[in-house]
C-alpha cells in the first residue's frame, strides 16, 4: 500500500500574455516540472525509511536532510501553480479590479493604489523570491510578503491570493535584470482577478 499518490503536474495554457514571452512561459512550465518530478522522488524517498514504523539513528542524518529539501521542492512546486493560475490572457491590463478584493485591499491600505505600491515594491527587493499577496483569515485584511527559497517567509495560516514569481528565470529572457520593474508591470497585465476573487471566497488556494 502507498503512503500517498503522486503529484502531477497541472497544464496551464499561458501562450500569448501581454509582456512574457511565450518563450519564458515554456521555460518556466518545464522548471516548474522538476519540482513536481523532485517533490514525487523525494516523498518516495522518505517514505522508504518511515515504511517500517521508525526512523534509526543511522537513517535520521539522511531523513533530515531529504525533509528539509522537501520544504524547498515541495513549496517551489505549490507556488508555482498559484503563480501560473493567477495569470491569464486578455485580461486587458485593467489598471485596478472591481469586486471584494478592491474592496479589502482599500480597507487594509487605505486604497488599492496603495496595496499595488506595497505589492510592487515587495516584488522589487533585491534578491530572488516571491512577492505574495496574502489574507488574513483572523480579520479578513491582507497583507503583501517576501518569500525566499520557496519555503523561507510564508505565514502560518494566512492564505496566498496573489502570487508573482520574482526569482530571475521568470522574466530574464524578456527583460534585463535591471528591468524587473517592467516584468511587474507585465505582470499586473496579465493578472486573473477572478481567481483572486475565487480564492477569497472559497478560503483555500483555487488552482
Not at 534509526?56 to 536532510?65: K, L
Not at 525533509?67 to 498559484?82: A, D, I
Not at 527583460?175 to 477569497?200: G, T
Request: net charge negative.
Amino acid at each position: 500500500m502507498k503512503l500517498y499518490e503522486p503529484h502531477q503536474a497541472h497544464s496551464f495554457d499561458l501562450h500569448g500574455l501581454e509582456g512574457i514571452s511565450d518563450q519564458t512561459l515554456e521555460m518556466h512550465l518545464k522548471l516548474y516540472e522538476g519540482y513536481v518530478k523532485a517533490t514525487n522522488k523525494l516523498r518516495t524517498q522518505l517514505y522508504e525509511i518511515i515504511k517500517d514504523g521508525k526512523v534509526d539513528q543511522e537513517q535520521m542524518p539522511v531523513y533530515s536532510e531529504l525533509t528539509r529539501r522537501l520544504g524547498f521542492e515541495y513549496n517551489g512546486m505549490v507556488l508555482h501553480e498559484y503563480y501560473f493560475s493567477n495569470l491569464t490572457r486578455g485580461s486587458g491590463g485593467l489598471p485596478k479590479p472591481q469586486g471584494a478584493f478592491a474592496e479589502i485591499a482599500k480597507d487594509s491600505f487605505g486604497s488599492f493604489d496603495l496595496w499595488r505600491t506595497d505589492f510592487a515594491s515587495v516584488g522589487m527587493m533585491r534578491g530572488v523570491g516571491w512577492a505574495i499577496c496574502y489574507l488574513d483569515p483572523a480579520n479578513g485584511r491582507v497583507s503583501n510578503h517576501w518569500v525566499s527559497l520557496h519555503e523561507n517567509g510564508n505565514i502560518a495560516g494566512f492564505l496566498p491570493l496573489l502570487v508573482m514569481d520574482v526569482w530571475e528565470h521568470a522574466y530574464l529572457l524578456d527583460y534585463k535584470p535591471s528591468e524587473r520593474s517592467d516584468y511587474i508591470e507585465a505582470f499586473f497585465s496579465n493578472v486573473n482577478w477572478k481567481m483572486v476573487e475565487e480564492r477569497m471566497e472559497l478560503g483555500v488556494p483555487a488552482l
